[in-house]
């Protein structure tokens, strides 16, 4: 079995293999769960000339989990295909895992570049995000899981408005 940081940085490679790991492994709940929260300081952190460090925070959360539930939701009722498997926590494992390369928003503190920085980090966690999803889901189609993360990423965005509003940012 790999250690935490083998499995993050395979998933910030984008290591099919990392993904289908984590998903096999029931004990890796707490770890993805870590991941997310990682990157949810990151975010947090990034954001400081915007919602600053708890408001990024949150806001990354509740988006992230909305995202995730909307995801479930179209991966197992709208577009499963035969073999695809209806079990939160075993989607949650790798979903989370993808949240890896968000750390890298992280960046967004630096001046000039930083927000060009968090968007670079931004698109790569959603890249990342097709390859948990396929592997969450037992997907033999990448453009399956890509649509997946699509739709959802529509309602990834409208819910990260709804929130920053809410938080004043």
């Known amino acids: 079995m790999a250690s935490f940081q083998e499995r993050v940085v395979g998933a910030v490679k984008l290591d099919p293999r990392v993904y289908a ?8 709940f707490g770890q993805s769960m870590g991941v ?24 990354f959360v509740l988006a992230w989990a909305a995202w ?10 709208i577009l499963a295909e035969k073999q695809t498997q ?8 790798p979903v989370g895992f993808a949240a890896a390369p968000g750390v890298g928003q992280i960046l967004g503190i630096v001046p000039v570049i930083g927000p060009f920085l968090m968007f670079v980090a931004s698109c790569w966690m959603i890249v990342a995000t097709v390859f948990g ?15 997946v993360v699509g739709i959802g990423l529509i309602f990834f965005v409208a819910f990260w408005f709804i929130v920053s509003a809410l938080f004043g940012s």
């Open 21 to 28: 790991g984590v998903k096999a492994d029931a004990s890796a």
């Open 68 to 77: 995730a539930g909307i995801m479930f939701l179209v991966g197992t009722r």
């Open 36 to 59: 997310v929260g990682a990157s949810a300081v990151a975010a947090g952190i990034g954001s400081l000339g915007g919602a600053g460090i708890v408001g990024g925070l949150f806001r």
């Open 86 to 93: 209806d079990d939160p926590r075993a989607f949650l494992r």
């Open 133 to 147: 999803v396929k592997a969450a889901l037992n997907f033999t189609d990448t453009g399956r899981a890509a649509a």
